[in-house]
T-cell receptor, first 116, second 115 residues
């Protein structure tokens, strides 16, 4: 049973380009979370999605950032017109249970974005 | 909204000594509490959780944590530290009265076990 798969593991972009980060949750999981981690800092919540629904995007910057979790395929975190401050590790986590569940989150290995 | 505090940025302990990494939380309902560990350039790994029942929870790699409702704490402990325990540790909480909310993570505590 494969874990949470994130790709790419490393991504380099120049300022103004777009970054797309993909996350395939564990088999049977329908809840996905995205977090951002700056160097030497903790995790910052970005967005919580279920299939075809954004449940909580209170941590997403209002501009340039978007996320989706389609019926088929991985969840995508998209960053348009990247700036140097977007350089960070982006972690995806999935959960098997609904909102009232007791389950822990299962994390991927992260995608490390570097903006030149 | 729920919140988590880890009052120590850094904890240093000698190998073989007991270790404690502190965590306090704030929720409106009953908490679900979690500890995770992160090694360099890796994702977070689940260590243990408290949902209900016995206040002392045992987890992976010999770690345990004690839930204290009156002090709203969930400190992580290990009787005898190993150098390989050196990592970043995160406490997290989920509020049973706030099902629509995400997990909330503390800022992390860096544990250094000295040989």
């Amino acid at each position: 049973n494969a874990g949470v798969m994130q790709n790419p593991r490393h991504l380099v972009r120049r300022r103004g380009q777009e970054a797309r980060l993909r996350c395939s949750p564990m088999k049977g999981h329908s809840h996905v979370y995205w977090y951002r981690q700056l160097p030497e800092e903790g995790l910052k919540f970005m967005v919580y999605l279920q299939k075809e629904n954004i449940i909580d995007e209170s941590g997403m910057p209002k501009e340039r950032f978007s996320a989706e979790f389609p019926k088929e395929g991985p969840s995508i975190l998209r960053i348009q017109q990247v700036v140097r401050g977007d350089s960070a590790a982006y972690f995806c986590a999935s959960s098997p249970l609904g909102q009232s569940g007791t389950g822990e989150l299962f994390f991927g290995e992260g995608s490390r974005l570097t903006v030149l | 909204a729920q919140s988590v505090a880890q009052p120590e940025d850094q904890v240093n302990v000698a190998e073989g000594n007991p270790l404690t990494v502190k965590c306090t939380y704030s929720v409106s309902g009953n908490p679900y509490l979690f500890w995770y560990v992160q090694y360099p350039n890796r994702g977070l790994q689940f260590l243990l959780k408290y949902i209900t029942g016995d206040n002392l929870v045992k987890g992976s790699y010999g770690f345990e944590a004690e839930f204290n409702k009156s002090q709203t704490s969930f400190h992580l402990k290990k009787p005898s530290a190993l150098v390989s325990d050196s990592a970043l540790y995160f406490c997290a909480v989920r509020d049973t009265n706030n099902y629509g909310q995400n997990f909330v993570f503390g800022p992390g505590t860096r544990l250094s076990v000295l040989p």
